[in-house]
């Protein structure tokens, strides 16, 4: 089977896409871009292929073995991966532990991290268990870092206790501390300093590493193992590949295999929505406004590379000086009752003017409403400079994901252009890659 790949290697995230011969997503792979690329792209691709392998599979035993058998294999599929991350983030972090000032600190410290990531892998096997496919983020970084810090929270101060003393506990400098004199900042900086390392490491989670564990996990069901069987059979080859993306000069494929991103979002767009004449695509370090025409080809554009101010890398610097996951900004945010104005959305000055906003007592909701706002406006200075907003209208990205940014997005285009058709896919972080491997296939 011929496949087509594509990879958008952005600064704060990477994403893969596999098509068929015929243009079809098989699979979507994203990660953290981390400090090492290289890394990021094979990680990307690797879960390209997974989805890729799940495709197939699906295709092979849906109507014999069910959604619910394969859903639920996937899931259990998820968690052997992400128990053998969580396994090498224990390791690590125990080993930081281990090389504490003191012995007595040590054993304090280990102690208090075996609670907690028992803590944590049991509420991974109640989540398969129960089924839930609840709202979490896509990046093991995240997901596991919030349970980490929410689990820390409550050893350092449990359910019940006196939290006056503790009140500041998330806040960088908190002063809660376990029984046996663990405190929270000591917790998380371990956490910090291993997830790190622990991204910037090689580890299997390819189809073939996990499929057999999950299998096993649901009961090794005939049919599924099967088509598992005729999937893993099935090869696979690569007969294009295009890459783009911020750090698309360190991927390994040869000039004419690599495209800009203006190109590959322009692309992607119009694939994925064939009306599109204007695209917004907000990324981790830059934001772009593009035109095109009725055949995906860019005619005009406007970029802000030059500094991350409203953008995901800029949202990301926020959720960290509030100590909450990126995903959790937007739904935070729509509470907001009165969005405050925000006078700079500079990531330098950002985390200055958020504390002198709450210590004024502002509303943390409303704070993170003027914040989004202050981000779409920008934006549509740029598309203002690109030509304007045409039917239909694009946006794309991590930040499209974002719910507040949408809606910020929906009152302002309203507001300066009037009614206008707004296409947003829950797919739309991986528009970049979508284009690039539709690159590739034109070219093959």
Known sequence: MKVFVGIDLGSTTTKAVVLDEDGVVLG?????SRSNYD???E??????????????LRREVEATAGREALDRLLSAFRLEQRRAQLGLLRERVETEARLSESADEGRALLDALGVLFDRIEAEEEERFESGDAGERSDF?????????????EELVCPPGADRTVNAGVKARGGAGRTPNGVTFDRLMGLYDKSIVAVENQRIELGFRDHIGPALFRIGDPREVREGVSRALALEIVVAGQVGTGYGRARLPFPKEQIRSEILCHGLGAHVMFPATRTVLDIGGQ???????DEQGIVTSFQMNDRCAAGC??????????????????????LAGKRPVRITSTCTVFAGAELRERIALGERREDILAGLHRAVILRAMSLLARSGGIEEEFSFTGGVARNPAAVAALERLVYENYGTRRINISPESIY??????????????
């Open 286 to 292: 830059d934001t772009k406004a593009i035109q095109v």
């Open 140 to 152: 093991f970084r995240d997901a596991v870092g919030s349970a980490y810090a929410r689990i820390a």
């Open 43 to 56: 990680v990307a691709r690797t879960e390209a292929f997974v989805s890729a392998r799940f495709d197939l």
């Open 28 to 32: 979507r792979g994203i990660t953290n």
């Open 312 to 333: 995901g890398r800029y949202l990301g610097y926020i959720a960290d000086e509030m100590n909450v996951g990126l995903h959790e900004l937007g739904p935070i945010a």
């Open 431 to 444: 528009t970049g890659a979508l284009g690039a491997a539709h690159f590739a296939r034109r070219a093959a």
């Open 39 to 41: 890394l990021a792209a």
